[in-house]
């Protein structure tokens, strides 16, 4: 049941950035020294995800954890200077359940973390 509560978490934030605030919509799930940002505008059919990387952290991703990034479709294409990107359509409830499962099973399988819940997401509305 923990899983649907972090999936169901998740989704309501994304449903928070693309029916409210403005152009400038993001927020960061931190999962220990990990995290996942968002960023979308209000009424946005996609939005861009980003899984941290290598370039960010003080201890380095193991090689089965970039594995696992790729597998789940993360682009490594600018890792040397950046995170693993995504951009995810966000047109529908489905997608938008689909989104929060990927999400949840990046910070589950990558970077460890059991759980998601409010209290490690930091929200901006703009």
Same mark, same amino acid.
């Given at each position: 049941?923990?899983?649907q509560?972090?999936?169901?978490?998740?989704?309501?934030?994304?449903?928070?950035?693309?029916?409210?605030g403005?152009?400038?919509?993001?927020? !960061?799930?931190?999962?220990?020294e990990?995290? #996942? *940002? @968002?960023a979308?505008?209000?009424?946005?059919? +996609?939005?861009?995800?980003?899984?941290?990387?290598?370039?960010?952290l003080?201890?380095?991703? !193991?090689?089965?954890?970039?594995?696992?990034? #790729? *597998? @789940?479709?993360?682009?490594?294409?600018?890792? +040397?200077?950046?995170?693993?990107?995504?951009?995810?359509?966000?047109?529908s409830?489905?997608?938008?359940e689909?989104?929060?499962?990927l999400?949840? *099973?990046?910070?589950?399988?990558?970077y460890?973390?059991?759980?998601?819940?409010?209290?490690?997401?930091?929200?901006?509305?703009?």
């Amino acid at each position: 049941m923990d899983d649907q509560n972090s999936i169901n978490t998740i989704r309501s934030i994304i449903e928070t950035l693309i029916f409210e605030g403005g152009e400038d919509n993001f927020c !960061t799930i931190t999962l220990g020294e990990y995290y #996942i *940002q @968002l960023a979308c505008s209000k009424g946005s059919l +996609e939005i861009y995800c980003e899984a941290v990387s290598n370039y960010y952290l003080e201890d380095p991703l !193991t090689e089965d954890q970039k594995d696992t990034l #790729i *597998q @789940l479709n993360w682009d490594d294409s600018v890792i +040397e200077n950046g995170n693993y990107f995504r951009s995810h359509p966000i047109d529908s409830e489905s997608s938008r359940e689909e989104l929060a499962h990927l999400l949840f *099973q990046t910070a589950k399988q990558v970077y460890h973390c059991a759980t998601i819940n409010l209290n490690q997401i930091t929200l901006n509305l703009a």
